[in-house]
Structures are given as C-alpha cells and as structure tokens.
C-alpha cells in the first residue's frame, strides 16, 4: 500500500519557538490532511488540503500542500505548553479521497518545555 | 452531544480469551471505522462499515470481525487474543466518504 514518510519522529522545543514538520510520498497525493492527538486522546483534524500549492492557516498553524503533490508541511509559531501531542500527516492517493483509502503517517512527537 | 464514545477505556485480556470494543456514535453518520495504533507506527484500518449492515475489511482484518446492526454501533471483536493484538483502538465515524474524521477517544488493550 502507499506509504507516507513523516518527519522528524519527535522533537523537543521551549515555549515560543516555531516548530515545522514534514511529511513526503513516494507517489502522487490529491488530498493532505494534518490530525493532532492529544495525550489519552483520539485524533482530531486540524488542518485539510486539497489542492497542490494551497496554503492554509489555522491559528498558529499553517500547512502547505506541495506543488509537487508528494508532500506537506506543517508550521507552527509561537509555541506554547498545550501544543504538546502527536501530529500526524494523512492522506489519499486515489482520486475520489475515500476514507477507507486513507494512508497516515507514523506521527512526529512534539514536546514544549514551559 | 457526546461524538464518538467508545469502552472500555483499558482492558487486560490473558490469550486465547475474547472481547468486544464497544463504539457508538451520536452525530447520525453512516461510515464508522476502526483503527489500531501501534507505537510509532501511525494508524492502521481494520474494517469500516458505509451503513448498517454493511462492513469491509481494511488493512490488517485478520483476528477482528465487526457487525454493524445500526446506524449508532459498531463493535469489533477479538475471538482468541493474542500478544499482538496488544494496541490501542480507535474507533471512528464520518458523515460523508471522504469527510474529516471523528475519533473516539481510544480503548487500551494488553493480551498478555
């Protein structure tokens, strides 16, 4: 099946910094979609992308649907001690986007030192 | 306006025993799927389900089965754990084929 290659599997920052994360495909995507999961908690959409180029923003979150239609980005500014969780990348490789098609990546940990 | 509830939370079976993940949604979506995380691992399909009476396998069906009698429920059952079905499940609904996803909050399993 696809694969989504998610970048980097965790990262340890202080309260204010801006954190970025990545995620690539091996194969063309038409769908992107970036879910947080809090601890003790299931996932939860922040952030969806359905055309190559888009950029959207979500508060302080700002995800980027690569031109090449193979990756995304997820960007993050100013830090702060509830951003801590699991971030992960998602996406459909099929035109259609069905849910039962949907791939995700392995996650990217993130820790906010107050 | 409860979304997707599942239980229990934490469940500790000894191999060989059986089980069932409980899920039910209030938000009135046909499609309700079920997923296993392992650590580091990223999110894996199960079996989903487009409507009552109707089910499918995902990825990784082998161990599971599923029933979908109503629009609300969606149970997965473990008939004869074993050590690797020790994960942490989610079951989740949608309203549409490709709308955003809803997670329950996940149920905790150990086969020991």
């Known amino acids: 099946g696809q694969q989504l290659n998610q970048s980097p599997q965790s990262m340890f920052i202080q309260e204010g910094e801006d954190v970025s994360m990545n995620c690539t495909s091996s194969?063309?995507?038409?769908?992107w979609l970036w879910y947080k999961q809090d601890p003790g908690e299931g996932p939860v959409l922040l952030i969806a992308l359905y055309k190559a180029g888009e950029l959207t923003s979500n508060g302080r979150l700002t995800a980027q649907f690569g031109i090449t239609r193979k990756d995304s980005f997820l960007n993050i500014s100013a830090s702060i001690p509830s951003d801590v969780g699991i971030y992960f990348c998602?996406?459909?490789?099929?035109?259609?986007?069905?849910?039962?098609?949907?791939?995700f990546g392995k996650g990217t940990l993130l820790t906010v030192n107050p | 306006n409860a979304g997707v509830t599942q239980t229990p939370k934490f469940r500790i079976l000894k191999i060989g025993q059986s089980m069932t993940l409980q899920c039910t949604q209030d938000?009135?979506?046909?499609?309700m799927y079920w997923y296993r995380q392992d650590p580091g691992m990223g999110l894996k399909l199960i079996y989903y389900s487009v409507g009552a009476g109707i089910t499918d396998k995902g990825e990784v069906p082998n161990g599971y089965n599923v029933s979908r009698s109503t629009t609300e429920d969606f149970p997965l059952r473990l008939e004869l754990a074993a050590p690797s079905q020790t994960s942490v499940y989610f079951c989740a609904s949608s309203y549409g084929d490709n709308s955003p996803l809803h997670f329950g909050n996940g149920t905790r399993l150990t086969v020991t």
């Open positions: 938000m009135n979506h046909n499609y």
């Open positions: 194969s063309i995507f038409n769908t």
């Open positions: 998602a996406g459909h490789a099929n035109s259609g986007g069905s849910n039962y098609k949907l791939t």
